[in-house]
């Protein structure tokens, strides 16, 4: 087994109870004001955790898929989604090996790319771009600042942000095309209590 693959399995076994909100992360929330068609759209989220951002589209009537490296996470996403009466078709997904098949109206990746290195991030990116529907959307959120420090160094070791991945992804999604529709932060708090900030960047593909 994958080391980070590993980490996530025994992170996700070995937490009681929720690891993370039942909410859905905050700028989630934009999604279907984003789509104007809702009934029936499909969306596809990277590194899906617990599913509370697809249980919270699928309640806005969007078809969901939960894809992680941890098949711990999709237990779990399965699981709390039944709960709630929504049915979550899930698939393990390592988005840093494998690629996405299907098309998809809306793909998500939230909080994952700390997780990858510079290179995966670009890779990862591109492979979301490519599954998105003509006028689908792609949601990507990252932390852009940690206990102050706009550099980290969590755990597992691979994860680094640089201090302009918010204006490389723009720049990416702008050479190729696509709209940027919204971009925005907000502060949160991570699970051990330090201060952090997120930026929220949803994308429009226009061209085919
Ligand atoms: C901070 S959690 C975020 C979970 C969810 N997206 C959310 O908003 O709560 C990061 C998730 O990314 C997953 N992940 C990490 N590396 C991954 C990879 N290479 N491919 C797919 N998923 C990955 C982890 O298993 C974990 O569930």
Redesign the pocket.
Known sequence: MDK?ERY?DDMYGKTKGRR?SEEP?PNVRLIPSAQKRRKGLTAL??????G??LIYLSKHGYVCTA????SQ?LIRARKYAAEKGIKLATAK????RESISGRYDCIIM???LH??QTEERYGAIKKIMKATRKNGINFISFYTERNGKKEMNLEPKLSFLGKDLEGSITKIYRQKGWKIIELRRYNSIMKNKEPCKITTVIARKIGS
């Not at 894809?67 to 941890?70: A, W």
């Not at 997904?93 to 840093?96: A, E, Q, S």
């Open positions: 980070m996530f993370f992360r989220e990277i590194g899906a955790g617990e509370q951002n894809t992680d490296i941890s996470a997904l390592d988005i840093r939230a909080l994952v997780n990858l």
